[in-house]
T-cell receptor, first 110, second 117 residues
Framework: KNQVEQSPQSLIILEGKNCTLQCNYTVSPFSNLRWYKQDTGRGPVSLTI?????NTKSNGRYTATLDADTKQSSLHITASQLSDSASYIC?????????FGAGTRLTVKP | GAVVSQHPSWVICKSGTSVKIECRSL??????MFWYRQFPKQSLMLMAT?????????EQGVEKDKFLINHASLTLSTLTVTSAHPEDSSFYIC?????????????FGDGTRLSIL
């Protein structure tokens, strides 16, 4: 069983709408949690990184939250744009070991 | 920001061919490089970790004689898929880190799509 579970698996929204992606993890002990955006056929690009003491981190229209007690994180995208269509990957690091979620495939339609 | 260049971006070749993929850090020295494989709609799977000047550490289940990794300089690592077969077809991605600490950022290349006929 993957130690990093993401939901939903895929999501379709209209341009301009907001959305929230979920990440639940069982990785322990926890070092940091990162959200990446991966465009089709490209490598992942870092959006946010949070340590266990941080609750929220923003990067433009992207806001990540972290609840280390419940081992949950979310990525909120505000005022979505067509260019937000991509896979969003949650990665939890334990020491030097990175555990990748399977990603959420987001499609933004006009 | 830090840039990692991967080459080639797309390879199509016959079964039995060996294929070399290059990963270069363009504006920083990559002490550690990682090689991943990604199948459609699945997460990245770490294949191996390499530190400059030393042998790569392979993940369980990854054949080191099949996937040869060389990290001879601080800006270049190569992955050679030897005697490739159709089941080796996948998206291969490298990433590079400027040090050995886990909290240092990893920068990913844009991947290489390998198709074995």
């Amino acid at each position: 069983k993957n130690q990093v579970e993401q939901s939903p698996q895929s999501l379709i929204i209209l341009e301009g709408k907001n959305c929230t992606l979920q990440c639940n993890y069982t990785v322990s002990p926890f070092s940091n949690l990162r959200w990446y955006k991966q465009d089709t056929g490209r490598g992942p690009v870092s959006l946010t990184i949070m340590t266990f003491s941080e609750n929220t981190k923003s990067n433009g229209r992207y806001t990540a939250t972290l609840d280390a007690d419940t081992k949950q994180s979310s990525l909120h995208i505000t005022a979505s744009q067509l260019s937000d269509s991509a896979s969003y990957i949650c990665v939890v690091t334990r020491n030097n070991d990175m555990r990748f979620g399977a990603g959420t495939r987001l499609t933004v339609k006009p | 920001g830090a840039v990692v260049s991967q080459h080639p971006s797309w390879v199509i070749c016959k079964s039995g061919t060996s294929v070399k993929i290059e990963c270069r850090s363009l504006d920083f020295q990559a002490t550690t490089m990682f090689w991943y494989r990604q199948f459609p709609k699945q997460s990245l799977m770490l294949m191996a970790t390499s530190n400059e000047g030393s042998k790569a550490t392979y993940e369980q289940g990854v054949e080191k004689d099949k996937f040869l990794i060389n990290h001879a300089s601080l800006t270049l690592s190569t992955l050679t898929v030897t005697s490739a077969h159709p089941e080796d077809s996948s998206f291969y991605i490298c990433s590079a880190r400027g040090g050995n600490r886990w909290d240092q950022p990893q920068h990913f290349g844009d991947g290489t799509r390998l198709s074995i006929l």
